[in-house]
């Protein structure tokens, strides 16, 4: 059975924000036992689908399966998610590498009770049904979310956006960088607004819009 580790109270049975703490929880995956706080000190990409044995999810799993090697070099842990139980989660990871040859390399955490839905907002505390919506929580190291991505059921999301925007997370993580639209690694970025009029000043050009001076690599 999977646990939420620190469930919240009814008054806060709400989607955590941005910047509040991911819910915990422990569960059985595909690949044994996860407690999603032991990945503390990793970014962690925990996207939920609607269901197993679906054309969007399957085909969102295939494309994730052949870019966990470049979330692997951002230091970026997935972790998929669903209602379905976890002999569903076998048979269909079974099925993607017979009929596609693609091997599922992430775990994938069943929640046939919809708690861990529930404490992610993905399922209305209400519903009577287990029809959940398409979600990604990117979650810092310190357990932190840092951005979110809802999509409907019928709408597959884009792989590439998603290794972009850990990147970009990752860039602006320490404050010091804004990234602009579209931004892709190794572009220029931004620098926060000036926050005195010494700093206003030495300004040049649009004040709003300054570049971030790049850290020295080696």
């Known amino acids: 059975m999977n646990d939420i580790v620190e469930p919240p109270s009814p008054?806060?049975?709400?989607?955590?924000?941005?910047?509040e703490p991911a819910p915990d929880f422990s569960a059985r995956t595909t690949q044994g036992p996860l407690t999603l706080s032991a990945l503390r000190g990793h970014w962690v990409m925990l996207f939920a689908h609607p269901a197993d044995f679906t054309p969007v999810c399957t085909s969102e799993f295939i494309a994730l399966s052949r870019a966990a090697e470049d979330f692997e070099k951002l230091d970026c842990a997935l972790v998929g998610i669903s209602v379905d139980s976890l002999p569903s989660h076998l048979a269909w990871v079974e099925t993607i590498r017979t009929q596609f040859g693609v091997t599922v390399p992430f775990?994938?955490?069943e929640d046939p009770t919809m708690a861990i839905a529930r404490a992610y907002g993905t399922l209305d505390a209400a519903s009577e049904n287990s029809a959940t919506?398409?979600?990604v929580h990117v979650i810092d190291p310190g357990g932190v979310i840092r951005a979110m991505t809802w999509y409907p059921m019928s709408v597959g999301r884009s792989v590439a956006e998603l290794l972009r925007l850990v990147a970009a997370l990752q860039a602006a993580a320490d404050g010091e960088a804004l990234t602009p639209e579209g931004w892709m690694?190794?572009?220029?970025?931004?620098?926060?607004p000036p926050q005195t009029q010494?700093?206003?000043?030495?300004?040049e050009g649009a004040w709003f819009m300054q570049l971030a001076h790049p850290?020295?690599?080696?």
């Open 11 to 19: 008054a806060m049975q709400t989607a955590p924000k941005i910047g």
């Open 107 to 109: 775990p994938i955490v």
């Open 133 to 135: 919506v398409r979600t």
């Open 185 to 192: 690694p190794g572009e220029p970025t931004f620098a926060p």
């Open 198 to 203: 010494d700093a206003l000043a030495r300004t």
């Open 215 to 218: 850290k020295a690599t080696d």
